[in-house]
C-alpha cells in the first residue's frame, strides 16, 4: 500500500508567479488535510478537505491561497502570486473514516520563491 | 494559538542514555499524538495516546499524559544515532469544530552522539 504521495518535492519560483503542489493520498483514503512549516518551526493547519468538498479552510490565508480535492486525482494546493513568504515546506496528510485519529503524511513539497 | 510546547528545544546526548521530551498545551483534548521528523523529510507518526489514558509505550517509547497539568511527556530508551531527529507532539482538541485538525508544536530537535 503506498503511502502519501507529494510532488514536486522541491519547487522554485519567482515572485508573482504560480505555485501547484499535488498530493496523492493513500489509497482509500478520502480525508486529507494541507499544513505548513515554517523554518524551524512546527506545521500549521491549513485546509481540510474531503472528496469534493472543503471542510475546513480556517488555517489558508484569505488572498491568494486554494485547495481542492476532486472525484478524481490528487489534491492541489495552488498559491497564486507567490512572494518570498510563501518559501516553506508544504505537507499534506491523508486519513480514513475507519481510523479518524491518525493522519499519514506526504514528504512534503519544499517551495523556494526568488 | 499554538496548542502544544515542546520542551527542550533542543536535546543532546550520548547513545545508550534516555532522552525525555516535554509537551505543554492549552485546552482540552481528545489526543496526543507525538511524530518524527528527520531532516529535510516528512513526519513519522510515533504513537498516539488519548485523554483517558495515562501511559503508553511502544518499544523503547513511552508516553504519559497528565490531562490535569495539560502536559505530555516522550521518553527514549537506550538512545541510538539513528533516532537523531526533531520530535512534535500535536494534539487534536476537544471541540467537534475542528474535525482532527492537528495542533503542532514547534518541536525538540534531539542529537544522539555516538
Known amino acids: 500500500n503506498a503511502g502519501v504521495m507529494q510532488n514536486p518535492r522541491h519547487l522554485v519560483r519567482r515572485r508573482g508567479q504560480e505555485a501547484r503542489l499535488r498530493c496523492s493520498p493513500m489509497k482509500g483514503h478520502s480525508h486529507v488535510y494541507w499544513y505548513r512549516q515554517l523554518p524551524e518551526e512546527g506545521l500549521k493547519f491549513m485546509v481540510y478537505?474531503?472528496?469534493?468538498?472543503?471542510?475546513?479552510e480556517s488555517g489558508m490565508p484569505k488572498e491568494r491561497f486554494s485547495a481542492e480535492f476532486p472525484k478524481e486525482g490528487p489534491s492541489i494546493l495552488r498559491i497564486q502570486q507567490v512572494v518570498r513568504g510563501d518559501s516553506a515546506a508544504y505537507f499534506c496528510?491523508?486519513?480514513?473514516?475507519?481510523?479518524?485519529?491518525?493522519?499519514?503524511f506526504g514528504p512534503g513539497t519544499r517551495l523556494l520563491v526568488l | 494559538s499554538q496548542q502544544g510546547e515542546e520542551d527542550p528545544q533542543a536535546l543532546s546526548i550520548q547513545e545508550g542514555e534516555n532522552a525525555t521530551m516535554n509537551c505543554s498545551y492549552k485546552t482540552s483534548i481528545n489526543n496526543l499524538q507525538w511524530y518524527r521528523q528527520n531532516s529535510g523529510r516528512g513526519l513519522v507518526h510515533l504513537i498516539l495516546?488519548?485523554?483517558?489514558?495515562r501511559e503508553k509505550h511502544s518499544g523503547r517509547l513511552r508516553v504519559t499524559l497528565d490531562t490535569s497539568k495539560k502536559s505530555s511527556s516522550l521518553l527514549i530508551t537506550a538512545s541510538r544515532a539513528a533516532d537523531t531527529a526533531s520530535y512534535f507532539c500535536a494534539t487534536v482538541v476537544d471541540r467537534g469544530s475542528t474535525l482532527g485538525r492537528l495542533y503542532f508544536g514547534r518541536g525538540t530537535q534531539l542529537t544522539v552522539w555516538p
Open positions: 495516546i488519548r485523554s483517558n489514558e
Open positions: 496528510a491523508s486519513k480514513d473514516s475507519g481510523r479518524p485519529e491518525t493522519q499519514y
Open positions: 478537505l474531503q472528496k469534493e468538498n472543503i471542510i475546513d
